[in-house]
């Protein structure tokens, strides 16, 4: 992308791009662009809507002289002649803070204030040092990385981070006035050494005799009865019939339904369906 050369004319259209807040004025509409461009973008959404019943294309910008145009272009023209050459341009100089400057008067403010910047020239006006930002998109600046050190490295050296140490950090203790639930502070409790209690001496369980003498003996068995279940439901099963069950009643048939089955009939008795 060639650089901009800064000229009066130019300072002009880098002027429109400057970002900031334009509301939109063409009758109840409520939105707020971002420069001057994106206002001119805006109208012409608006042209293409403000037809009437009669045909005829209507300004709705306040204080328009002229409001009612024979066409689209026409109104078009109307609003860049007579209303977007009267809307406030920024200055586009980074820290100039000039107000109240038409689009007619840049040229001469710039030629007045700074005339050292003209016949500079700026790779990206979105993006530089001695304008203010706007809204075009631009490409980044990206840095040539450093060459790689000269030799073989091992892969461990480059791959592997510096192992820091983490201090530990000591818990502050809470106040009784910051109560917690039962649960949190069970969990924020310091451990207590407690000391493990002393086992109960137990004597020995009898051994088990699997002998072949006791096997014949036999052991002592206990039978319990399986409690009672709740009986499950049997999904399975049919559901139970209508007490006194519905009768078998033909419905009543329609107009012409006899002539319509006798035919029906004729043709399945032809083969035909």
Not at 144 to 161: A, K, T, Y
Not at 186 to 208: G, K, N
Request: glycine fraction near 6%; charged fraction near 25%.
């Amino acid at each position: 992308m060639p650089d901009t050369v800064l000229s009066a004319d130019s300072m002009v259209d880098i002027a429109k791009n400057v970002l900031g807040k334009v509301p939109c004025k063409w009758g109840e509409c409520k939105f707020v662009l971002n420069s001057w461009n994106m206002v001119q973008e805006h109208h012409r959404y608006h042209c293409n809507k403000s037809q009437d019943r009669d045909g005829k294309w209507i300004c709705k910008l306040p204080g328009c002289a002229g409001r009612v145009h024979a066409s689209r272009e026409a109104l078009q023209s109307h609003i860049n002649l007579s209303h977007m050459s009267r809307l406030i341009l920024p200055c586009p100089i980074r820290g100039c803070e000039q107000s109240g400057i038409r689009v007619a008067q840049l040229p001469m403010h710039i030629h007045n204030v700074h005339l050292e910047l003209l016949g500079s020239s700026v790779a990206n006006p979105s993006n530089s040092a001695i304008l203010k930002p706007g809204y075009a998109p631009f490409r980044p600046h990206l840095e040539i990385p450093p060459p790689l050190p000269d030799g073989e490295r091992s892969l461990l050296e480059i791959n592997c981070l510096p192992v820091r140490g983490c201090p530990h950090k000591r818990r502050r203790a809470r106040s009784p006035s910051q109560s917690r639930g039962r649960k949190w502070s069970r969990l924020d409790a310091q451990d207590e050494e407690e000391s493990e209690p002393e086992a109960a001496e137990l004597d020995d369980l009898p051994t088990f005799d699997r002998s072949e003498e006791a096997r014949k003996k036999g052991y002592n068995t206990i039978y319990r009865r399986k409690p009672p279940e709740a009986a499950a439901s049997k999904l399975s099963q049919a559901h139970r019939m209508v007490d006194p069950p519905p009768p078998d009643e033909q419905p009543p048939t329609s107009i012409h339904f006899e002539t319509f089955a006798r035919m029906v009939d004729q043709l399945a008795a032809n083969g035909r369906l």
